[in-house]
């Protein structure tokens, strides 16, 4: 009789594949760079995906609309862009509208529509950014709820994403993304195991400037969405990963939670490692798990989440989705593997791998991000060689 590791090991290799694959780089000076080294670095991990789903998320790249909402819609026929854009007008002042360029690729097969719209809340003058943004979740909740054959899958200022079904590789040829340029790039390449793979699975995740890869399974779905919607958040994409983006955007933007406290949400501690900890911080600690319990993911994932300006790497509390860490003077790369990074940077000043539930912040002029928090493990290594 052969042994198991024989039968799931047909290669009889040592390399260990954990499903999917992520990938970030940032360069926290703020100079815009092109997507070819990200391109090759999701490439290089291309054996982790399955060619169902596949995407990138670009900040900086539309810097003469930084004022501007840009929506990335997709459609499933014209009849559908038509009503859509009627909706827009309606409910937006649109500064433009035009289909987003693409290429001929071989292996994408029958794609929808895809267009972008620089929008800004009509009468926006008069009321504030959170009054603005809140106006806009509810529009895209509302698009992605009711519209027929069409769907917000990006609504950022000066951001973007763009995704689809097909290895990372073939949608960033699809849709032309060495052309582009930012500061700030994340990828993914997708292996769905509980979800479809169809366009609107596929990573990134988005609402407003947040966007999430994750590599994992989020066996808390039922309970983090239904928590979610309490306030007005409607998960339309039929994954996991999308509660994520929606519970970041509640707690930093709503709530007002800096990202250190938010890992302590989405990742937190044992109880048990709460109960070892001085009394201050396990008051605050069992604040955190008794008002949010509802958010915090259960399962294995990692997890890179972007905003304007900052870049953030999360496992969950015991890292059983891989993470590395890699810095080479203003660039923070994070990756489900090393080899991807040094593909683009062979030398890096430092490569570590993080500890499980502690994030890795990356901000613009400050790479890795060591404050410690009111409630931060003493003993915590986070931003410590």
């Not at 479809?196 to 779905?221: C, K, M, Q, R």
Request: proline share 5%; aromatic share 12%.
């Amino acid at each position: 009789m052969k042994k198991l590791d024989k039968i799931n090991n047909f290669y009889n290799d040592d390399k260990v594949i954990d499903a999917c694959s992520i990938f970030g780089m940032m360069d926290t000076s703020g100079k815009c760079f092109s997507g070819k080294d990200i391109i090759k670095a999701i490439a290089n991990m291309h054996d982790r995906g399955n060619g169902l789903g596949g995407g990138f998320a670009v900040y900086g790249l539309y810097p003469q609309y930084a004022d501007f909402y840009a929506f990335h819609i997709m459609y499933f026929n014209h009849e559908s862009r038509a009503r859509l854009e009627t909706y827009l007008e309606e409910h937006f002042y649109m500064l433009r509208a035009e289909e987003v360029p693409t290429n001929p690729t071989p292996n994408i097969l029958k794609p929808p529509l895809v267009w972008r719209y620089f929008l800004k809340v009509r009468g926006g003058e008069n009321s504030e950014q959170r009054q603005q943004d809140d106006y806009v979740v509810e529009k895209v909740m509302d698009i992605n709820t009711r519209a027929k054959d069409a769907f917000v899958f990006s609504s950022g200022k000066n951001m973007a994403v763009f995704k689809g079904v097909g290895y990372p590789e073939e949608i960033a040829e699809y849709f032309c993304l060495e052309q582009y340029e930012g500061y700030l790039w994340t990828a993914h390449g997708r292996f769905p195991t509980n979800t479809p793979g169809w366009w609107g699975g596929a990573h990134p995740f988005n609402i407003l400037d947040w966007t999430v890869v994750h590599n994992g399974e989020i066996s808390s779905y039922g309970i983090n969405r239904r928590y979610l919607e309490q306030f007005g958040y409607n998960c339309t994409m039929q994954t996991d990963t999308e509660v994520v983006a929606y519970a970041v955007d509640l707690l930093a933007r709503k709530h007002g939670f800096p990202m250190e406290i938010i890992a302590k949400i989405l990742a937190a501690p044992l109880w048990s490692e709460i109960s070892r900890l001085p009394e201050k911080k396990q008051k605050m600690f069992r604040t955190l798990r008794q008002v949010y319990g509802s958010l915090l993911l259960n399962g294995p994932f990692t997890v890179i989440i972007a905003h304007q300006g900052e870049m953030v790497g999360l496992t969950d509390r015991i890292r059983l989705r891989p993470l590395v860490v890699g810095t080479k003077d203003s660039m923070l790369y994070l990756s489900s593997e090393e080899s991807a990074i040094r593909l683009v940077c062979p030398h890096l000043d430092d490569a570590r791998i993080p500890m499980g539930g502690e994030p890795v912040i990356g901000s613009l002029q400050n790479p890795l991000n060591s404050r410690k928090t009111a409630i931060q493990d003493p003993q915590s290594k986070t931003g410590e060689k």
